[in-house]
């Protein structure tokens, strides 16, 4: 007999955001220490919400002991400061995530897109827009001092039961997952969700770190290596829960063989920039959506440039993508 999926300390609490992407899953794991995984936005209504399902399972915020912060987007984590002041709850995440919560992440951020928005040969007035839409975010989160470093392969206890960390990096550097193998139940964060392809977006590299991380490598090799365990169900950070998880990485996969074969002929035997491609194959984008296709085009590009199918130049700092052969 195999035990059922979803344990009963462990709860899913839907709260509101004001991005497109509609609300953010956080989960609750009753008993020692009171624990939650992701915390919703520092946004009104969610900060309701989550007061109204702690109460009405008997806590409140002041009990929680312990913030488990998947990775750094605003929907996920941007109540995790007001929380650990209110609670004086330990905040726990992956190493790679301790950049992107400090007081100069913004900063650095702003002069990576700057830059990388020049290399994708975005115009001026495009820019404008788009950092006034990356302001705009900033309000719903505020940085954080994690306590805690998790990797893959650290080990969790949850209401009693261990769970494995796994670190996914693709949509996010820092991006991890638990996973309780007895129960076959995956906390996939924005990893794997149902009704939407996790975009991987275009981040800075580490402090220190000069290389630009090919996020849609690293996101299409994690998503094969999730496809691997022995899953019954997967509890996303958006959306309903999913019950195939190998039917739906094998959709995801093909989804970007299929955009990847998109770009190469968008490219044809041109030399165009990455907002040129995005541009053709996306036109008429607002700048949410127009940041979202850089990266993904961005993205498909780094990936063909790895299997040598296409390569890149620079002209004065912004880059020229061709086909090889
Ligand atoms: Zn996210």
Redesign the pocket.
């Known amino acids: 007999m195999s035990e059922p999926a979803i344990p009963d300390h462990l709860h899913t609490i839907l709260l509101p955001t004001p991005f497109p992407v509609g609300p953010v899953n956080v989960y609750l794991a009753e008993g020692e220490p009171l624990t939650l995984i992701d915390v919703g936005p520092r946004y009104d209504p969610a900060r309701r919400a989550l007061e109204a399902a702690l109460s009405a399972r008997g806590h409140r915020i002041a009990d929680l002991q312990r913030l488990i912060l998947t ?1 750094t ?1 605003a ?2 984590c941007g109540l995790a400061a007001e929380l650990k002041r209110a609670s004086g709850a330990e905040v726990l995440t992956h190493a790679a995530n301790f950049p992107w919560l400090a007081e100069d992440a913004d900063a650095r951020r702003l002069a990576f897109y700057a830059e990388v928005m020049g290399w994708a040969g975005v115009p001026a007035e495009v820019l404008v827009a788009l950092s006034q839409v990356r302001h705009s975010m900033n309000r719903y989160t505020e940085p954080v001092v994690p306590d805690r470093a998790l990797a893959d392969g650290d080990v969790l206890r949850l209401g009693g039961e261990e769970w494995q960390v796994l670190h996914t990096p693709g ?2 550097g820092g991006l991890i997952c638990l996973y309780q193998p007895r129960r076959r139940l995956l906390l996939s964060s ?1 990893h794997l969700l149902r009704d939407i392809s996790s975009n991987p977006l275009v981040e800075p590299p580490a402090p220190g770190e000069t290389e630009r991380p090919r996020r849609l490598v690293e996101y299409m090799a994690q998503l094969r290596r999730v496809a691997e365990l022995d899953i019954a169900l997967a509890l996303p950070g958006h959306g309903p829960p999913i019950t195939d998880h190998r039917a739906l990485i094998h959709e995801r996969l093909a989804f970007h063989e299929e955009r990847a074969r998109r770009v190469l002929e968008t490219l044809g035997d041109d030399a165009l920039t990455v907002h040129e491609i995005a541009s053709a194959l996306f036109p008429d984008l607002d700048p949410v959506n127009y940041f979202l296709a850089i990266s993904e085009v961005i993205g498909h590009l780094q990936w063909l440039e790895v299997e040598s199918r296409v390569t890149h130049s620079e002209q004065s700092g912004v880059a020229f993508w061709r086909r090889v052969g």
């Open positions: 990775h987007h929907d996920h949509h996010a924005d």
